[in-house]
């Protein structure tokens, strides 16, 4: 069974940083590119992320551009993201989903894990 | 910046309807890199079209996707009462950019 599992949301203070980690199983990591996709309160979907299957391709969304950093470890079949510099309009479900495809990092979301829950309040 | 727009905002329909749903682009979609997602309240997304029009592993035939260049549409033929939920499209080519979404409600 394809399993994602996303974890380290919680609550930080502007300004602070977290680093949200995905745990994946049931299929082959390197045969997949990885995104995070957020969703404020009440609001719609907004692409955060997306990493090719080697980290050759990485690209990020305007609104965290220079302060989330996504990486992953095929070793352990697992995918980051560090965000710093963290403000209310942060606030949000994070999800991380796959790309059927390794080469590049842009593409539809086959797979999504549940989401943890980040929020940014002082 | 790629924009989609989806419309209508909000869908009030009954089960056995059909639903016709709308994604217009800013900009024209090349090799129909468009996907379609349904949401259920407390639940991640779930993919449902890519391509435009091939659907996703496991989706029943009563949805369908189509068009080309700017203009999508995704069709749901008779509703189901598990179809009620908010649907976004997502543009994958050079950027990735999803839709506002839109409301099927009873």
């Known amino acids: 069974e394809v399993r994602l599992v996303e974890s380290g949301g919680g609550l930080v203070k502007p300004g602070e940083s977290l680093r949200l980690s995905c745990a994946t199983s049931?299929?082959?990591?390197?045969?997949?590119?990885v995104n995070w996709v957020r969703q404020a309160p009440g609001k719609g979907l907004e692409w955060v992320s997306s990493?090719?299957?080697?980290?050759?391709?990485?690209h990020y969304a305007d609104s965290v551009k220079g302060r989330f950093t996504v990486s992953r470890d095929n070793a352990k079949n697992s995918l980051y993201l560090q965000m710093s510099s963290l403000r209310a309009e942060d606030t949000a479900v994070y999800y991380c989903?796959?790309?059927?495809?390794?080469?590049?990092?842009?593409?539809?979301?086959?797979?999504w894990g549940k989401g943890t829950t980040v929020t940014v309040s002082s | 910046e790629f924009v989609l727009t989806q419309s209508p905002g909000t869908l009030s329909l009954s089960p056995g309807d059909r639903a016709t749903l709308s994604c217009r682009a800013g900009?024209?979609?090349?090799?129909?890199?468009l996907a379609w997602y349904q949401q259920k309240p407390g639940q991640a997304p779930r993919l449902l079209i890519y391509?435009?029009?091939n659907r996703a592993t496991g989706i029943p035939d009563r949805f369908s996707g189509s068009g080309s260049g700017t203009d999508f549409t995704l069709t749901i033929t008779r509703l189901e009462p598990e179809d009620f939920a908010v649907y976004y499209c997502?543009?994958?080519?050079?950027?990735?950019?999803f839709g506002g979404g839109t409301k099927v409600e009873i």
């Open positions: 989903a796959t790309t059927p495809h390794g080469y590049k990092a842009l593409g539809f979301m086959d797979v």
């Open positions: 049931g299929f082959t990591f390197t045969d997949y590119s």
């Open positions: 990493v090719s299957s080697t980290s050759i391709y990485i």
């Open positions: 900009q024209s979609v090349s090799r129909n890199y």
């Open positions: 391509g435009a029009s």
């Open positions: 997502q543009h994958y080519d050079d950027w990735v950019a």
